[in-house]
């Protein structure tokens, strides 16, 4: 929708933010509706992934996957993007220069919070846990050892985490 949209100035209630969080979750439901298997991958708060979420739940077996990494790596991978990829316009592009003010945004983020399994996966060098383990849980949701709804955490020592947005 960015290409679409010359001169989007991005911010928190822009109007091309307005127009894409509701295409986001038409499009989801019109694909689940068609019994299309999908993945739908946002770096959605809690505020704007649960009122989206909950109608589709009728429709679908819904699994989480919650990736997360520290702020500095979140914060490095930001500045490598925006430096890359011209069309991330349509994101915040402000230039983080204050790292302790960025660590604090990062760690605030409040990450999606339903009544459905849940698995977190560190993405600081590549996928901990691997590609299959994540696989396997959106197939199944957690093992018999996890009751719906309550985490199914793989990883070894745990580690600084917080949210990634774009593992």
């Not at 679409?4 to 694909?31: C, H, W, Y």
């Not at 809690?46 to 679908?60: E, K």
């Not at 849940?118 to 199944?140: H, K, M, N, Q, S």
């Amino acid at each position: 929708m960015v290409h679409a949209t010359p001169g989007v100035a991005p911010g928190p209630r822009d109007e091309l933010s307005m127009r894409t969080l509701p295409t986001f979750f038409q499009v989801i439901e019109l694909l689940l509706r068609a019994g299309v298997t999908t993945v739908a991958e946002a770096a959605f708060q809690d505020r704007l992934w649960r009122p989206g979420l909950q109608p589709l739940r009728r429709l679908a077996r819904i699994r989480i996957v919650h990736c997360t990494v520290a702020a500095e790596v979140a914060l490095e991978r930001r500045v490598r993007r925006m430096d890359d990829d011209p069309s991330r316009r349509a994101h915040d592009v402000s230039r983080p220069d204050d790292a302790v003010a960025e660590a604090a945004r990062h760690d605030a983020f409040d990450r999606v919070s339903i009544d459905a399994p849940w698995l977190e996966v560190d993405t600081t060098d590549g996928y901990e846990p691997g590609f299959e383990t994540i696989a396997a849980f959106a197939r199944e949701g957690s093992d018999p050892a996890h009751a719906r709804g309550t985490p199914m955490n793989l990883r070894a020592p745990l580690r600084p985490t917080g949210h990634d947005p774009h593992p």
